[in-house]
C-alpha cells in the first residue's frame, strides 16, 4: 500500500513538472480586465514592425494572413493570436531560430534572444515560457504593437520560479499577456478564461516581479514600434562594355552584418555569432552615395541615369539615397545598362535594335528576361518582314486591338498573311508567349515568306518534347533541325515556357538569315 502511495505522488509530481508553471490561483474577480480590453486595445495607433530577417519575417506573414481576413479589430486579432497560442501549442522544449538566415534590408528591432526563441511556436508549435512569450511579441510587433519581453520571478501560492511574459505599451501603460500561463492554466480547467490577457502591470505587481537588470538589457535593444524605419537600402551601378565605374555604396557583408554582430554580441545574451550575405551593396537610407565613371580609351561618357531619367552627366555624382536603387551608367557606343558585353544574347539584341526590329523597354534598358508579349512578337515579324503596313491597322478583325495602338497594323497584316489567327477571345495582345507559340509564328512567317519549312529534326533527343500540344510539334520539329531555339538545358526544350525578350531576339536575327 504504501510503495502505492510512493507511486501515486510521483506520477503527480512528473506530471506537475511537464505542465510547467501552473500557478495555483486566479486573477481577482473584482475587475473583469478581459471585458475592458477591447477599448484599450482598439484605441492604439498601430506600426506594424518587422524582426529584419527574412525567414522569420515570412513566417509571421503567413501565420497572421490567417487571422486577418476574419478579425474586424485590432482587440479581434491579438485575442485570435492569443487564444491560438493558448489552445494549439504544446508545453515542451523545441527547436531553434536558423541563425543563417541574415540576408534582409530592415533594422534588428529586437533582441536576438526573442527572434532565438520565438521560431519553433510559429512552425511546431511547441515551447516553453521563452518560446510562448518571445513568439507572441514577435506577433504583436507585426501587427503594430508595442510589445516587451520579460524576465523575471513568479510568485504563487505554492512557489516561485523563474518564467519569460510578454507587457504591452498601450498609451503610457503597461498590460501583461502571458499566453503560456494561460495555456496551462486551461489544459487544467478545460476553459480558457483570459486571466492573463491584457492586464494591468499594477494588478500583478506581487505576482510578476522583474529582473530589473536584464530587462532592461533587452528593452535597449528593443526599438518601439513608432521607431521603426528600414535601416538600408539596396543600391547598384550599372554599366556596359565602353567604361568602367567606382562607387562609395559598400558591400552587404562589411556594412549590414558588421552592424547585426555588434548589435547582437555588445549585449550579454549569451548567443554569439557570424554569418554572411549576398555580396550586394547596401547603404543606410540618407546616406549619400558618390559614383564615378571612368570611360575607356577613345570613348566619352554620356550621363548618369536613375528610373530612365538623366541625373547628371558629370563624371562623378553624388545623390541621397532614399530606397533601392539602380544608377545606369551610359557611355559612347553603349545603349542598354542591362545587357552585358559577352552574354549570348548581346549582339543580337544589338542587332534588332541597330536594325530597328526592337526597341529598349527605356532610354538605357532593354529588359532581356522579360517576358514577350504577342503584341510585340507579331510587331517584330512585320518589321523582319520589310512589308509596307500603311494599308492596315484602319480597322481590326479582333475586338481587344485598338486602332492606333503601336501594334495594331502588325496584328492585322499578321492576320491578313496567316501567321496568326488570334486566340480564343480575341487577339490578347498583352498576354505572354510561350516558347512554341513563338515558334508557331516563325514557322508561319516563313510560310508566308516561301521560306522552306521542311526540315525536321531527331526530337527523341529531347525528353519534354511531347509536351509540346499537338498544333505546334511540327514547328518545334522544324525550329530544331534549323538551329532557330536550342535546349533550355541538356535534354529540354521547355516548350510551354515563356519566351523572354532576348530569346526572341536571338529567334529574329537568325531569321533574318533564312533565305
Not at 45 to 60: A, E, H, I, N, S
Not at 234 to 250: D, E, I, L, P
Request: glycine fraction near 6%.
Amino acid at each position: 500500500m504504501k510503495k502505492n502511495i510512493i507511486r501515486i505522488i510521483s506520477i503527480i509530481l512528473i506530471v506537475f513538472t511537464s505542465l510547467g508553471c501552473i500557478p495555483s490561483f486566479t486573477v481577482s474577480a473584482k475587475t473583469d480586465y478581459f471585458a475592458q480590453s477591447a477599448d484599450i486595445l482598439n484605441n492604439v495607433k498601430l506600426y506594424p514592425q518587422k524582426t529584419g530577417f527574412m525567414l522569420m519575417d515570412k513566417t509571421v506573414e503567413n501565420f497572421l494572413s490567417s487571422f486577418k481576413g476574419k478579425c474586424a479589430t485590432t482587440s479581434d486579432l491579438v485575442q485570435s493570436i492569443y487564444d491560438w497560442f493558448v489552445n494549439n501549442m504544446s508545453y515542451k522544449l523545441g527547436s531553434y531560430y536558423p541563425t543563417y538566415d541574415y540576408n534582409s534590408r530592415n533594422e534588428i528591432p529586437i533582441p536576438f534572444y526573442v527572434l532565438y526563441f520565438g521560431y519553433c511556436p510559429f512552425v511546431e508549435k511547441t515551447g516553453v515560457c521563452d518560446n510562448f512569450s518571445s513568439a507572441f511579441m514577435i506577433a504583436m510587433r507585426a501587427i503594430g504593437l508595442d510589445a516587451y519581453i520579460r524576465t523575471g520571478k513568479m510568485y504563487t501560492s505554492s512557489t516561485v520560479y523563474d518564467h519569460v511574459w510578454v507587457e504591452i505599451l498601450i498609451n503610457g501603460k503597461y498590460y501583461i499577456f502571458d499566453p503560456q500561463v494561460e495555456h496551462n492554466v486551461t489544459q487544467k480547467r478545460g476553459v480558457n478564461k483570459h486571466s492573463y490577457y491584457c492586464v494591468p502591470r499594477e494588478a500583478f505587481a506581487s505576482t510578476y516581479v522583474k529582473n530589473e537588470s536584464r530587462c532592461a538589457a533587452y528593452d535597449a535593444a528593443t526599438v518601439p514600434v513608432s521607431q521603426t524605419k528600414n535601416a538600408f537600402a539596396y543600391v547598384g551601378v550599372r554599366q556596359n562594355y565602353n567604361g568602367t565605374v567606382k562607387t562609395s555604396a559598400v558591400s552587404a557583408k562589411s556594412v549590414q552584418m558588421s552592424a547585426r554582430i555588434e548589435h547582437f554580441n555588445k549585449n550579454n545574451y549569451g548567443y554569439k555569432f557570424a554569418g554572411w550575405l549576398n555580396d550586394s551593396a547596401v547603404c543606410r537610407i540618407g546616406s549619400i552615395v558618390s559614383v564615378t565613371a571612368y570611360p575607356d580609351s577613345g570613348n566619352s561618357f554620356i550621363g548618369w541615369y536613375i528610373n530612365n531619367k538623366l541625373v547628371s552627366t558629370q563624371q562623378t555624382f553624388s545623390y541621397t539615397v532614399y530606397g533601392d536603387t539602380y544608377i545606369e551608367a551610359l557611355f559612347t557606343g553603349d545603349r542598354f545598362g542591362d545587357v552585358m558585353y559577352g552574354k549570348w544574347y548581346y549582339e543580337p539584341i544589338y542587332f534588332c535594335f541597330n536594325n530597328n526590329l526592337m526597341t529598349g523597354t527605356s532610354t538605357v534598358t532593354f529588359s532581356p528576361d522579360a517576358k514577350l508579349t504577342r503584341a510585340m512578337a507579331v510587331t517584330v515579324l512585320s518589321k523582319l518582314s520589310g512589308d509596307d503596313l500603311s494599308s492596315f491597322g484602319n480597322k481590326s478583325h479582333f475586338w481587344d486591338v485598338n486602332i492606333g495602338s503601336y501594334y495594331a497594323k502588325s496584328v492585322e497584316w499578321a492576320y491578313k498573311n496567316g501567321i496568326t489567327s488570334g486566340t480564343e477571345n480575341g487577339f490578347a495582345p498583352n498576354k505572354y508567349l510561350t516558347r512554341e507559340q513563338f515558334v508557331l509564328f516563325a514557322y508561319k512567317y516563313c510560310q508566308y515568306k516561301k521560306i522552306s519549312t521542311l526540315q525536321r529534326a531527331d526530337v527523341s533527343y529531347y525528353w519534354d518534347y511531347w509536351t509540346t500540344h499537338t498544333w505546334a510539334r511540327d514547328a518545334m520539329s522544324w525550329a530544331l533541325s534549323i538551329g532557330l531555339i536550342s535546349g533550355t538545358s541538356e535534354h529540354f526544350i521547355s516548350p510551354t515556357a515563356a519566351t523572354t525578350r532576348a530569346q526572341a531576339a536571338v529567334v529574329i536575327k537568325k531569321l533574318s538569315n533564312i533565305k
